[in-house]
């Protein structure tokens, strides 16, 4: 790929992308109402809960929200509490700056709109095979935020028939995908130290520090590795 070379995004590779993610996508949906019942559990009105998944668009940190919700919102570690847990956002959107750098601010910027976990690691992963599209980030990322939204939607008006999303297995479908992503990449020495030290770390935080805290902590292991150890540009 041309260093001068844009993100090419087109309306076919929009599409491109949001077919590739739908599949995912449809797991993601099953969160969105679990969310819409617990929110409408928690005494938010509908239309409260419709806005918090369509501008917020963060799972987990919706869900943290919600453990905080009551008459009295403790705003402070509210914030801080979801910072914690979407920190690993500042480290992902890093990873891309190099390449969406070269389109213009507003185009770059509303790209990343709909940044999620899934449709970065296709995107990281179709970078690493020479692909220079946005499909995947931008269509992908659209398909995750409409299922995620009509999950919450679905949640809000059927949510009690799925009390509990975990028993169906489904938690452990976007842990398998990162998974592939990360199996299906380019593979170094360097990139398998950073997610070997990486893993320890999240481990390490998961069992040791404050809840949530294992994301950031595994994320900024894995970055510092990759940073000591640079790639060899000759």
Not at 167 to 181: K, T
């Amino acid at each position: 790929m041309s260093d001068h070379t844009a993100p090419e995004l087109s309306l076919a590779v929009f599409r491109q992308g949001f077919w590739r993610l739908l599949p995912i996508s449809l797991f993601v949906a099953v969160f969105g109402a679990a969310f819409g019942l617990a929110a409408a559990q928690a005494g938010l009105p509908g239309r409260e809960i419709l806005l918090m998944s369509a501008t917020v668009f963060a799972g987990t940190a919706q869900f943290a929200a919600l453990e905080m919700w009551g008459t009295e919102v403790p705003v402070l570690p509210l914030l801080a509490t979801t910072f914690a847990i979407n920190a690993r956002m500042l480290l992902m959107g890093a990873t891309l700056y190099p390449w969406m750098s070269r389109l213009p601010p507003g185009r770059r910027y509303a790209s990343l709109v709909v940044l999620s976990d899934a449709n970065w690691a296709m995107n990281l992963n179709d970078l690493q095979s020479g692909r220079n599209a946005l499909g995947a980030l931008v269509g992908g990322g659209f398909a995750l935020w409409l299922t995620w939204l009509a999950g919450t939607l679905a949640g809000m008006v059927f949510g009690s028939a799925i009390t509990d999303p975990q028993a169906l297995g489904v938690d452990m479908v976007m842990g398998c995908f990162m998974l592939s992503m990360v199996l299906a990449g380019r593979r170094t020495s360097r990139t398998v130290l950073a997610w070997v030290v990486g893993g320890m770390a999240a481990y390490a935080a998961y069992r040791w520090l404050p809840e949530n805290s294992h994301v950031l902590v595994g994320a900024l292991a894995g970055g510092l590795v990759g940073a000591l150890w640079l790639e060899d540009k000759a």
